[in-house]
């Protein structure tokens, strides 16, 4: 006779198997249930029911006539599915699943198990990576494009130019002239803002002292927009830790953002600009195993009209812009960059009070950690 398991062995046992992020499924010979772990419940969407242990698992299982039929090939079928697919229909779900057997000391199949797993998530970031692909070649045609617009709107300029200092004296031909610079301008403006959209981001990330970086902003915002009348105040923690980040990416993350602000101020009002030491929150899904990771939050706010409710969602969507000059890529391009510091950007604001971007940055980016 075997020595009988003792009682602490087989609480461990059932504490690993409830504690599996697979489904599993263990049923006797005789179509009766062992054993049915509480991912398998979550994953068909029942509840799990005091006496299922024991009762036939086409009873308990039901709803779930796929699964019934899976299990029923079992002791039938010669070569058990392994790594098979299976779409719930009334769920939506798809899993990936095995199906063994289990045997006892002379190989008679004693009864057998399913393995199972919700595939559902690794489905739809399948079908997200095809998205990011092909928005990729996008971007390279975009890229291309833009590039090939460059050489001839340089020429547009430099021709222009020339053209100008052979007809001094007639006055319509130097407005028109001068118009055409200004266009040309523009355009080139909006192909090297293009350019800086589609090109993938690849940080330079060193210790990165945000102080440096907003002082920086503010200047390079005062070249893009008019800043007219408007007052900017910075107010910088004192001992505000350095981040790993890409100072000059950083930079063009805050001079997109003040640059808005002085457009929407349209010469009087004020910016305000924060920076404060703060953490973020771990994914709810590890809270009490991960601390919370250091970041510094960046605020910059503006008295200015705001965003109407219904456009706010709608702002960072590329060529997005309510400006008859716009491009529509500033908020684009700072997302980019901040989603690859890990970061994070909300955006709140009222008619009454006006607009506050808040960048959220972790102190130590999580993707530096691979690198
Ligand atoms: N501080 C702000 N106040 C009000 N509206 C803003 C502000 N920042 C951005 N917006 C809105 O978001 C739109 C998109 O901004 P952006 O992506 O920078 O493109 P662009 O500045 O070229 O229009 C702007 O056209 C504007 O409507
Ligand atoms: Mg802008």
């Given at each position: 006779m075997k020595a009988p398991r003792s009682a602490s062995a087989d609480r461990?046992?059932?504490?690993?198997?409830?504690?599996?992020?697979n489904g599993v499924i263990a049923f006797r010979r005789d179509g009766t249930l062992a054993l049915v772990n509480d991912e398998a419940y979550h994953i068909f969407g029942l509840t799990r029911g005091p006496?299922?242990?024991?009762?036939?698992?086409?009873?308990?299982?039901?709803?779930?006539?796929?699964?019934?039929?899976?299990?029923?090939?079992?002791?039938?079928?010669?070569?058990?599915?392994n790594r098979a697919e299976l779409r719930l229909k009334d769920l939506d779900r798809v899993i990936g699943y095995t199906l063994s057997q289990v045997k006892d000391d002379d190989g008679t199949p004693i009864g057998a198990v399913l393995f199972f797993k919700d595939l559902t998530?690794?489905?739809?970031?399948?079908?997200?990576?095809?998205?990011?692909?092909?928005?990729?070649?996008?971007?390279?045609?975009?890229?291309?494009?833009?590039?090939?617009?460059?050489n001839p709107l340089a020429g547009i300029e430099v021709m222009a130019g020339l053209l100008r200092r052979q007809v001094p004296d007639s006055k319509d031909a130097q407005s028109l002239l001068a118009d055409i610079l200004s266009e040309a301008k523009l355009a080139n403006a909006i192909?090297?803002?293009?350019?800086?959209?589609?090109?993938?981001?690849r940080l330079q990330v060193e210790r990165t002292d945000l102080a440096d970086v907003l002082q920086q902003s503010v200047t390079m915002a005062e070249s893009k927009a008019p800043r007219g009348k408007v007052a900017v105040t910075t107010r910088v923690e004192p001992g505000l830790p350095m981040i790993e980040g890409d100072h000059h990416q950083l930079s063009q993350v805050f001079t997109n953002?003040?640059?808005?602000?002085?457009?929407?101020?349209?010469?009087?009002?004020?910016?305000?600009?924060?920076?404060?030491?703060?953490?973020?929150?771990?994914?709810?899904?590890?809270?009490?195993?991960?601390?919370?990771?250091?970041?510094?939050?960046?605020?910059?706010s503006d008295d200015g009209p705001g965003v109407p409710a219904d456009l706010t969602d709608r702002i960072f969507n590329p060529f997005f812009t309510t400006k008859p000059q716009g491009s529509g890529l500033g908020l684009a391009i700072v997302r980019k960059i901040v989603d690859a510091h890990d970061g994070r950007i909300d955006i709140s604001s009222a008619p009454e009070t006006g607009t506050r971007f808040r960048v959220t940055l972790p102190v130590t980016s999580a993707s530096g950690w691979f690198k």
């Open positions: 461990f046992f059932s504490h690993i198997v409830s504690s599996m992020r006496r299922d242990v024991g009762r036939p698992f086409s009873d308990v299982l039901r709803e779930r006539p796929e699964i019934v039929r899976v299990l029923s090939g079992a002791f039938e079928l010669s070569h058990l599915p998530r690794v489905e739809q970031l399948e079908e997200r990576e095809r998205l990011r692909d092909r928005l990729a070649s996008l971007g390279e045609m975009a890229a291309g494009i833009a590039h090939e617009l460059k192909v090297v803002e293009m350019l800086e959209f589609v090109r993938p981001v953002l003040i640059a808005n602000a002085f457009e929407a101020l349209d010469g009087k009002g004020r910016i305000t600009i924060s920076a404060i030491t703060s953490a973020i929150e771990a994914d709810p899904a590890f809270a009490g195993v991960h601390e919370p990771t250091p970041a510094v939050v960046v605020d910059v």
